[in-house]
């Protein structure tokens, strides 16, 4: 019954996790949140997880009460993500291999959640949306791949959320998602905004600039509130990635839906999927925050697995890669 | 050539010797002191190899000797630990992320005896202080994870 320890920090969220035999035993996480009206630089980020990632690792150990002879892998977040935010967790990660004379695993972020969305729901063979702060992805298993039907051909639908809750300085505490959520609630105007589903693809940098420019306006004259800006953002980007999910479940005759990161915890969107699937007659699973949004358990089930299948990540090639294709990972550990 | 002192598996006091280092600034045209240097760490002399870019007048950046590829600017770090597995470890840690601007910047690192030796080329000074600045901080985390998680276990 291996015992995996799993490092993530590729983003603002740096979390360790502990995951035995399909249990997760610690998930401490601590997010890098900056003043409202900014986002998130790569050197300061990898600052803040330098100063944190020791003590989340003391935390991870003994909240799942084991000591470092009880770990038998190491693995920890490989890519994509911001590189110097990478660097400094896989540092660490090379470091406790070593000195423990444990075993290293590097892991793909996007199949971390992949994994954790599979273990925690149970979904079998779910078509897969994973939308998060970096990425967009509808994704279905096939043949030893996790392949990529469809995905943003620009900038992540939680890229666009965040950029956009800069400009009306949302607050990022807890997170800028969150809070453009709880205002969306309150809106009651639907202002129409660009459509840009491109086949199996979404593109989300023009409807950016067009909110961006309509938000200036329409607040001047009061033609709108902030509140119908952000219901209506998460109107179309949601039906957007809606559409291309029911596409690609369509390709597949998919009967199951798993939604992925961060953006994943968002209530609307799992309404608009819940819709869906029903129509389909599919079946959505979601998970909660707790493994929604980037956390080191993730990384560890996902190096679990790779662990069981025989997977191990030599020191000379355990260097961190910023981009990191979901398909370029051999899933040997499913048929 | 930097001499990072520092107590056994602690903190690298090398961050803050880094501006104490000689620059060649203008006009040294001698090569790369890569071997100069070498032997000028034996005797702890404090040195950066100089830096080759001279601007003429008319605004002219590039010597002769400055040309796209080579690497005039050299700096050596030296990281004592407190045994040779623990340099290893450092450097298993420590080598495997490429620099982000490698065409222009490149370091190697080695490990020999107890000893961590880095050694920097770079096609500028900018990049170089960068680079340093960035593995300080990284080398910093590492043993401050050496010391709260090691000794390493027996091999």
């Not at chain 1, 998970?287 to 949004?293: H, L, N, Y």
């Not at chain 1, 090639?317 to 048929?335: A, F, H, L, N, P």
Request: glycine fraction near 12%; include cysteine; charge should be neutral.
């Amino acid at each position: 019954m291996p015992a995996v320890l799993g490092f993530e920090g590729s983003a603002n969220k740096i979390g360790v996790g502990v995951v035995r035999d399909g249990k997760v035993l610690a998930n401490p996480r601590r997010t890098y949140v900056t003043p409202p009206g900014t986002g998130f630089l790569p050197g300061d980020t990898a600052r803040h997880h330098r100063a944190v990632i020791l003590d989340l690792l003391q935390e991870a150990l003994t909240e799942a009460g084991l000591t470092s002879e009880d770990i038998d892998c190491i693995a920890y977040t490989k890519g994509p993500g911001m590189g110097a935010p990478l660097v400094s967790v896989a540092v660490v990660a090379r470091t406790v291999a070593q000195l423990w004379n444990k075993p290293l695993l590097g892991v793909n972020h996007c199949i971390g959640h992949i994994e954790m969305g599979r273990l925690i729901t149970g979904a079998t063979n779910p078509t897969v949306l994973y939308v998060s702060g970096g990425n967009t992805q509808v994704i279905a298993y096939s043949e030893h791949r996790y392949r990529i039907f469809g995905e943003t051909i620009d900038i992540a639908v939680g890229n666009c959320l965040d950029r956009f809750a800069r400009v009306l300085k949302i607050s990022n505490d807890p997170s800028p998602g969150y809070n453009i959520e709880q205002m969306a609630k309150r809106g009651k105007k639907l202002v129409e905004l660009p459509y840009t589903v491109k086949g199996m693809d979404v593109s989300f940098s023009g409807i950016l600039s067009f909110i961006e420019d309509v938000a200036q306006r329409m607040l001047s004259t009061g033609e709108c509130t902030p509140e119908d800006l952000c219901f209506s953002l998460q109107e179309t980007v949601f039906a957007m990635l809606v559409e291309i999910t029911e596409r690609a479940m369509a390709h597949c005759g998919s009967q199951e839906a798993l939604i992925v990161g961060g953006v994943g915890c968002n209530v609307r969107l799992q309404e608009m999927m819940e819709t869906m699937c029903q129509e389909r007659g599919a079946r959505l699973f979601a998970t909660d925050e707790r493994f929604c949004i980037d956390n080191g358990a993730m990384i560890a089930q996902a190096g679990w697995e790779m662990f069981q299948a025989g997977h191990r990540t030599p020191l000379s090639e355990s260097g961190i890669t910023q981009r990191y294709r979901t398909d370029e990972v051999e899933v040997t550990w499913r048929d | 050539m930097q001499e990072a002192g520092g107590d056994a598996g602690g903190g690298s006091r090398a961050g803050g010797s880094g501006s104490r280092g000689r620059r060649g600034v203008g006009g040294g045209r001698s090569g790369p002191r890569s071997a100069g240097t070498t032997s000028a760490a034996d005797h702890g002399a404090p040195g950066v190899g100089p830096a080759q870019h001279s601007l003429r007048p008319g605004g002219d950046p590039w010597s002769p000797a400055q040309r796209p590829g080579s690497r005039p600017c050299v700096f050596t770090l030296n990281v004592p630990f407190p045994s040779a597995l623990e340099a290893e470890i450092a450097r298993g840690s420590l080598a495997p992320d490429a620099e982000p601007h490698r065409g222009a910047v490149g370091k190697e690192l080695t490990a020999s005896g107890s000893v961590l030796a880095v050694c920097w080329r770079a096609e500028d000074c900018r990049l170089l202080r960068i680079s340093i600045v960035n593995f300080l901080d990284q080398l910093s985390l590492v043993m401050r994870t050496m010391q709260r998680f090691g000794p390493p276990v027996a091999r």
